[in-house]
């Protein structure tokens, strides 16, 4: 396509095809940090296309193809193709990647040991791995945490953190600007703003990590911890997996080791303060 | 060279993987992907040289191929658990009938939705038997429901319910208001038995089912891997019997899909190599057109020949239905969009 990129994120290689210049120029600034081998094959297609070709110029709206679509699903004005651009990268990771089991969860790691959470959309997950990344955290990945079905082990996948509406002012108080991407203001899924992980976060993104904590934040609400049985975790994280089911043996496998080796909590916190201090007592009790 | 023409070249082994650029294989693995043939590629060049990370990404794709194959042999499992106690028979069709009876097509192939041949005798007590055992119905359009039960060969699709995957169930294997009427009867009486138990059709009559569901019934969308299928099924049989090609030439005749079939066979020669007998070899100036539609892909994996595509769409409601039954059928879509 006329404009593209190839980005690596974790063990995943993209190709990014557009066409038009300025989602992949931001994509550009977002990822100029990430590694760079231009000898490897793409092991993911993502494109971004007007589905029709005066739709480039008039009313420009953003398709997201590549090799796998949503049918019907609606394009993004011009403004927002960096959001569509996102949107196309965890499509292909979502229904495409098979090497590892997929949880749609953020992830954060201490000496080698990883912190996962997972929580549906606004439970605070990734605003809490953002502002935990920022501390003496390695940041793995704000969207999806891969589990090895052979080893056990969590990897990162540390694509560029997608802060929505309160978590942005909360986060950019604490970061240098030039970390962070353009504000796109009113997109369907509210104000968004790209954080670029790391460099530290960014180098180590092949250094898998050991399960050590599993947390099911909610926002909102008073401060509490519960613990939470294999069964209900086992279940949450089954609807949490995007490929547990084409996964089969190796991916149950996973799954059962995962939750029968790592204690779960859910978690109600306020605010991100308090969030991040009960994660804190978490870890101190279950990593001694 | 473009992606889609090296994909064909390494699938025909008219040319060594290891002679290709890095960059080639962005191509030709967006290409696959957008074939539904990446774990068959995977499977074609296990063994090959190949970059370290097209090794293992290959690796992958071959192993969630066996977890779905296997899925669907399970599917087909289920379906014979509630048909058998009825005493209602049943061929497995496409996809899961090449896993059933472990044929070379079968390696890393995608078996999408169940597909099965019952007697039409037997299609009411088999649906009742589905919808007992946890399949519903997917379309909820009272028109749809009707249309496929005037005129499809097939019921309308079910789901189940816990599983959630579908099954189509056959009666035969074009429209009912197609313009050729295979012998239904003929395709279940003479099926036979594969190694994994399930009866199948057999090898001339799959075949024959092949080359109809790619180049009489649809618009040739997923050709590649219809006539890849085609080429190894018809490779295998002919190994195994001297006298298949005539066979299947006696059973195309029988169902009317002599064109069809011998259409496949120059296809399979000029795409991927297929060495066919004598008699199987005339030229066919419209082939051109059928081999442009099956590589219409750019190295993005978007299909570059719209009107082509458009074409072809048009020409399978042509051959699937009488012109006015069309135009009524035409009409009632576009007044409910």
Known sequence: MRHNIRIAVGPVQFRIGSDWAEPISALEQLYAGYPQDDARPADATVRLFAARPWRRWVRPSVHIGGDFVVPDALPLPLSMGLLAAEMGMNLQVALGWRRHMLLHASAVARDDRALIMSGESGSGKSTLAALLGEGDWRLMGDEFTLIDPASGDALAFPRAVSLKNEAIAAVAAQVDAARLGPLMAGTPKGDIRHLIPRADAIADMHEPARPTLLLFPRFGGAAAIEPMGEGEAFVRLTEASTNYVALGEAGFAALTRLVRETPAFGVSYPDSATGIALVEQLWAEVAK | ?337
Not at chain 2, 49 to 74: C, I
């Open chain 2, 1 to 337: 060279m473009s992606a889609v023409q090296t994909f064909v070249d390494l699938l025909a082994g008219r040319r060594e993987a290891a002679a290709l650029a890095p960059r080639e294989w962005d191509g030709v693995i967006g290409v696959a992907r957008s074939e539904a043939m990446l774990p068959t590629l995977a499977h074609r060049l296990d063994g090959a040289d190949l970059p370290p990370t097209v090794a293992a990404l290959f690796a992958d794709q071959r192993a969630a191929a066996a977890v779905a194959q296997r899925q669907a042999l399970w599917e087909a499992e289920m379906a014979r658990r509630a048909l058998a106690p009825l005493g209602i028979e049943f061929v497995l069709l496409k996809g899961a009938a090449y896993a059933a009876a472990n044929m070379a097509c079968a390696a890393g192939r995608q078996i999408g939705d169940l597909d099965i041949l019952v007697l039409a005798s037997d299609i009411r007590r088999a649906e009742n038997a589905l919808l007992n055992a946890g399949w519903e119905w997917v379309k909820s359009d009272p028109y749809d429901d009707f249309y496929y039960r005037e005129h499809m060969h097939e019921l309308p699709p079910l789901i189940h319910k816990s599983r959630d995957r579908m099954i189509d169930v056959h009666h035969t294997i074009l429209p009912r208001t197609h313009r050729i009427t295979p012998d239904a009867l003929a395709l279940v009486s003479d099926a036979v038995t594969s190694a994994g138990g399930f009866a199948v059709l057999n090898p001339a009559d799959m075949t024959c089912h092949c080359a109809a569901h790619m180049l009489a019934d649809g618009d040739l969308q997923g050709g590649l891997r219809n006539l890849w299928d085609f080429n190894l099924m018809t490779r295998d049989f002919a190994a195994a019997d001297p006298r298949f090609w005539e066979q299947l030439d006696v059973r195309a005749r029988l169902h009317g899909l002599r064109d069809a079939v011998q259409r496949a066979a120059r296809m399979s020669r000029d795409l991927y190599g297929a060495v066919l007998p004598a008699g199987w070899n005339g030229p066919e100036t419209t082939d051109r057109w059928f081999r442009q539609r099956l590589v219409a892909r750019d190295d993005w994996g978007r299909v570059t020949r719209p009107l082509l595509e458009q074409a072809f769409y048009i020409r399978s409601h042509w051959l699937r239905m009488p012109p006015t039954m069309l135009a009524q059928h035409l009409w009632t879509k576009w007044r409910k969009r």
